[in-house]
């Protein structure tokens, strides 16, 4: 998806948000009939009858025919694709949609008019009863494009997405297998020895995150102020969400750009970072340590930078299993729990190697990748990776 900042002007944002409350509205309903239905009754209406009672619907109440067709039609097409995908287990049921989160619409048959540059910074998109809307032409918008999705964050910024698929990053033909090895302090070690870590708030503005939390507890639910301190919260977290999405997005362009294979864990991140709270009988243990190391996990962007890689390049990146490869020594193949003296440091005891240990791992997962391309008749690495290092090797002068 190619997305833009939209910015419309106060008349076309309260239109915009009327076509955020129907698609709601739509949504929630079906949702509702879903969780009427019941196994051994008749099954819950489809798409299509959903559209017929949709007609009947706008025919009896003047609020809603004063929306637009298309935005009431494609939630009642996205809800049976969020179901289609619960059903494939691909993911979870679809839920009630809430004032404030997830706000958005999708527009169909775009015709090639509907979208025009105004300058050389601005363009305009044609939304139905909004009329022509203005955004940020930051790039060139993808041709030929049939749909569009419209949507707002919590910190109230309008976006406009555009679908089309981009073409992958081309392999650069050199053999080179790169593994990497993420973690919290450092977010991305390379076996080459590069370790990049994802931006989040400089000092201050993380410091005025403190300051609007505290604020926040202290402001009584339901008041203005208290709805202008959760803005202002959601504004940072925003920013800070930008900053991550952009690492994720050079750091998986130049890995792609470089490298033939991208070797990575196999991590279960969702597992990972599940709460360790328990239950009131049995209460966990750790809490506050654990929910620290979630939050760590979730802003190194570990999932994120994954999928981007195996979008831009399909079909080259190879998912390892993590077990002993920040216990195994890259150069010998021993494996010491002992030899990792601390979180950057590791000293295998049998060969004397010393090095940065996430720099190890990700050694580590670069030759388990080796092995598993040459397996299969992958890519060439210009040398045999078909066996282990031989340790009596190591010491000959």
């Known amino acids: ?10 008349d076309q944002e309260a239109a915009l948000l009327e076509h955020c409350r129907h698609a709601r509205y739509v949504w929630n309903l ?71 989160q997830g706000e958005g619409f999708r527009i169909v048959a775009v015709k090639p008019g509907d979208v025009r540059r105004v300058s050389r910074s601005v363009g305009e998109v044609k939304v139905p009863k909004v009329g022509w809307v203005r955004f940020r032409w930051s790039r060139a918008v993808p041709t030929g494009v049939k749909s569009y999705r419209v949507t707002r964050d919590r910190a109230g910024r309008w976006h ?7 073409q992958p990053v081309p392999a650069p033909g050199t053999g080179e297998v790169v593994g990497v090895d993420r973690g919290v302090a450092v977010s991305a070690a390379l076996s080459t020895g590069q370790m990049l870590n994802a931006p989040t708030l400089r000092d201050a503005k993380r410091a005025r995150l403190l300051r609007l939390l505290r604020k926040l507890a202290r402001a009584k639910r339901g008041s203005n102020r208290r709805g202008k301190v959760k803005a202002a919260i959601a504004r940072l977290k925003a920013h800070e969400t930008d900053r991550r999405k952009d690492w994720v997005e050079k750091t998986s362009t130049d890995l792609a750009r470089r490298f033939d294979v991208i070797a990575v864990e196999d991590l279960k991140i969702a597992g990972m ?10 209460p966990g243990r750790n809490v506050r340590q654990k929910a620290g190391l979630n939050r760590g996990i979730l802003a190194s962007g570990w ?49 004397g190697y010393a090095g940065n240990a996430d720099v ?15 397996a299969r008749g992958g890519l060439p690495l210009g040398r045999p990776v078909n066996r282990e290092p031989q340790r009596d090797l190591l010491f000959c002068g």
């Open 1 to 10: 998806m190619s997305r833009y900042r939209l910015q419309p002007s106060s």
């Open 30 to 100: 079906a949702v509702e009939q879903h969780a009427c239905w019941m196994p051994g009754r008749k099954s819950a209406p489809g798409f299509a009858e959903q559209c017929r009672q949709l007609t009947e619907a706008r025919a009896e109440n003047e609020w809603l025919r004063a929306g637009s067709i298309t935005v009431q039609q494609q939630a009642l097409k996205d809800f049976a694709q969020a179901m289609s995908s619960f059903f494939g287990r691909t993911q979870r049921k679809p839920t009630w949609r809430r004032r404030g």
């Open 160 to 166: 406009v997405a555009f679908a089309a698929i981009p």
């Open 273 to 282: 970072t599940r709460s360790a709270r328990g239950t009131v009988a049995e």
């Open 303 to 351: 999932g994120r930078l994954v999928a981007r890689l195996e979008e831009k390049a399909p079909g080259r990146v190879v998912k390892i299993s993590p077990a002993y490869t920040s216990q195994r020594c890259s150069a010998c193949g021993i494996v010491d729990r002992q030899a990792r003296e601390s979180q950057a440091s590791f000293r295998c005891r049998s060969c």
């Open 360 to 374: 190890n791992a990700a050694r580590n997962i670069r030759h388990a990748a080796g092995h598993a391309v040459s």
